[in-house]
């Protein structure tokens, strides 16, 4: 007869090392685990479509946008950064839980045909980069107008 009983870790970052080794025990080492562990660092982001532009949120907390590089090559847009931790000279203190991680990232998004390349809007606000990507003008929607004969 199987019981269930109360899990009750000690601390929070103890929680975390013992969900991820109770998470792989059912999984292992499937084709999830090594993707899990590259999407778990990379910044998350939402992608809109507009009538006249496609527009991306990326959240980056604790980033400074002087660090943050956005390339468009062709089709191909991409965000990079090589953030660096800060070490702040007057807390010199061991820490006792260290969940954030800053680190360097790269992420590439491929382009819709009818985005314009050329016409780009950047913005960061509250640890949030926010892009306007806007649509070519051909291929933005149009009503005639019907006259009557």
């Known amino acids: 007869?199987?019981?269930?009983?109360?899990?009750?870790?000690q601390n929070f970052q103890?929680?975390?090392?013992?969900?991820?080794?109770?998470f792989e025990s059912f999984f292992g080492d499937s084709l999830f685990a090594p993707?899990?562990?590259?999407?778990?660092?990379?910044?998350?982001?939402?992608?809109?479509?507009?009538?006249?532009?496609?527009?991306?949120?990326?959240?980056?907390?604790?980033?400074?946008?002087?660090?943050?590089?956005v390339h468009?090559?062709?089709?191909?847009?991409?965000?990079?950064?090589?953030?660096e931790e800060k070490k702040s000279e007057e807390n010199q203190?061991?820490?006792?839980?260290?969940?954030?991680?800053?680190?360097a990232f790269s992420r590439s998004f491929e382009l819709p045909e009818n985005a314009d390349p050329?016409?780009?809007n950047a913005a960061f606000k509250n640890g949030v980069l926010r892009l306007e990507i806007k649509k070519r003008a051909e291929a933005q929607k149009r009503t005639i107008q019907i006259n009557a004969a």
């Open 1 to 9: 007869m199987k019981t269930l009983s109360i899990y009750r870790p």
């Open 14 to 22: 103890n929680a975390l090392s013992e969900f991820d080794k109770y």
């Open 35 to 69: 993707a899990a562990k590259i999407f778990n660092r990379l910044p998350v982001v939402d992608i809109q479509e507009t009538e006249n532009s496609y527009v991306l949120d990326m959240e980056l907390p604790g980033y400074d946008e002087k660090n943050i590089n």
């Open 72 to 83: 468009v090559d062709g089709s191909r847009l991409t965000i990079s950064s090589k953030q």
């Open 93 to 103: 203190g061991a820490y006792l839980i260290r969940e954030r991680k800053i680190s």
């Open 118 to 120: 050329e016409a780009v």
